[in-house]
């Protein structure tokens, strides 16, 4: 069965960086691309970029551009999401999702969410 | 982007049908809408893609359509296991969510 599992929760300082892995089984990991999308405590979901794990090609929201680096090692079946220049409002949970190359622009596998908290 | 605007609660008893919204601007409301529920403390689930489709295993009491601007989630036949909160979503060049409504079963 399809499962992605996400690394466990980080506590960073304002201005650090925080890199989140996302591993992938029960399918062919460079036939989907891979989505991050993010939540912050009790509001909506914020789509941030995807990676192509085939190429390596990735895409972001202008929010994040600059900021967000989305990186794989196929190898491991393994997609990772990193964030630069923490700041208090970057404290979320964030998810990593696979696209459905059926359909596309659904999000039909979710990971378990990571939470990440930005505090001094 | 802006988000897609959702009602922020809807509330029905067991049976009856509930319908959220999802309004965008012109541009925000394509073909590409899809629906996610999510129970608290849990990842989003996908319950509706392409406006209208279901995935395997999601019951047909789930229904999507779309009617100019805004797309809409309907749920029949209310049950207690359906109380969540519902996110839509479109693709629009970008991805862009909806604010998200909590659903809530007398």
């Known amino acids: 069965q399809v499962r992605l599992v996400q690394s466990g929760a980080e506590v960073k300082k304002p201005e650090a960086s925080v890199r989140v892995s996302c591993k992938a089984s029960g399918y062919i990991f460079t036939a989907n691309y891979i989505h991050w999308v993010r939540q912050a405590p009790g509001q909506g979901l914020e789509w941030m970029g995807w990676?192509?794990?085939?190429?390596?090609?990735?895409d972001s929201a202008q929010k994040f551009q600059g900021r967000v680096t989305m990186t794989r090692d196929t190898s491991i079946s393994t997609a990772y999401m990193e964030l630069s220049g923490l700041r208090s409002d970057d404290t979320a949970v964030y998810y990593c999702s696979r696209e459905d190359n059926n359909s596309w622009k659904n999000f039909d596998f979710w990971g378990q969410g990571t939470l990440v908290t930005v505090s001094s | 982007q802006s988000a897609l605007t959702q009602p922020r609660s809807v509330s029905g008893s067991p049976g009856q049908s509930v319908t959220i919204s999802c309004t965008g601007t012109s541009s925000d409301v394509g073909d590409h809408v899809s629906w996610y529920q999510q129970h608290p403390g849990k990842a989003p689930k996908l319950m509706i893609y392409?406006?209208?489709k279901r995935p395997s295993g999601v019951p047909d009491r789930f229904s999507g359509s779309k009617s100019g601007n805004t797309a809409s989630l309907t749920i029949s036949g209310l049950q207690a296991e359906d109380e969540a909160d519902y996110f839509c979503c479109s693709f629009i060049g970008r991805y862009v969510f909806g604010t998200g409504t909590e659903v809530t079963v007398l």
């Open positions: 990676i192509n794990p085939r190429n390596g090609g990735t």
């Open positions: 392409d406006v209208s």
